[in-house]
């Protein structure tokens, strides 16, 4: 039996450039990297609720299917382009420059949840603008879970609609810049809690190399990211993140806070090899036993006794 997995958001063209190179147009967005991340769950059933101009190349709608995400709540306009997004990385590669954002037919996205999906217990809102959000929100019959990405440009334009998203959500995961942002406090463990008291029952705090925070009532997790002799591309990384977190959620259908620790580690895995390479390149063609290796260097990681005698 498949457990599903709705996904709403962007489906677009990146072009990069960091340290180590540059691309022209290739496949990016949000949504893109969710799916991917949960296609690498066979129970999932993941659905992309999003909108792309026809000038979105065939070969990138075969790419997601045959990956078994389902493109129904994919929405193509005719004589439309695709939203499109462009960025530079510093050296540090955890900061970069927008060069070039250009909606296209995502400024007048009206999103359409398919029938099929509307049951979904597992909800992914990627980052987009909080009224879309809302408007998925509006179209759901009954999640178990909804989850939030958002970012600090929707805090800087539309934070009143956005706090009307967050309080219908179970989960929000942000970074630890936009969490002091929006909770106005410096500690995390302050902010995550300011957070809560807006709607969330669970907090994830991201910090890229430093590892993700987790925060449920009094109880917090922290999970490591993994040490990686090469960072080609940040770009995606928090969405593989959400998509690895959503998707073995769906997949295992546990959503307690003791499962919520393992997907939190499952979506670093994932990350970690989604910076890899340029764009989406590295988690189209990923091996399941490369993950599950993986995984065995985040439990060496991670696990250890602590010996309490003096």
Known sequence: M?????????????????????????????????????????????GIVSIVGDDFPQENLDLLTNNGINLEGLEVVPGGKTFFWSGRYHNDMNSRDTLDTQLNV??????????????????????????????????????????????????????????EVIAKVDVITINDEEARQ???????????????????????????????????????FFAPALPLEEVFDPTGAGDTFAGGFTGYLANSKDISFENMKNAVIHGSNLASFCVEKFGTERMQ????????????????LTQFEINLTK
């Open 2 to 46: 498949s457990h599903q997995l709705l996904i709403v958001g962007t489906v677009a063209f990146d072009a990069i450039e960091t340290p180590f190179g540059k691309t022209d147009k290739i496949l990016g967005g949000a949504a893109t990297y969710i799916a991917l991340a949960a296609a690498q769950y066979k129970k999932v059933d993941a």
């Open 106 to 163: 995502l400024a007048d996205f009206q999103p359409k949840v398919p029938e099929k999906f509307q049951d979904a217990e597992i909800v992914m809102l990627g980052n987009l603008h909080p009224a879309v959000q809302l408007s998925v929100i509006d179209q759901l019959r009954k999640p178990k879970l909804v989850v939030l990405d958002t970012m600090n440009f929707w805090m800087d334009t539309t934070l009143d609609l956005l706090k």
């Open 182 to 220: 929006l909770s106005g406090e410096y500690s995390l463990v302050k902010a995550a809690r300011a957070i809560r008291d807006m709607g969330p029952n669970h907090v994830v705090i991201k910090k890229g190399e430093h590892g993700a925070l987790l925060f449920h009532n009094e109880e917090m």
């Open 285 to 300: 063609n990923l091996d399941k036993n490369e993950v599950k290796e993986r995984l065995k260097h985040f439990k060496a």
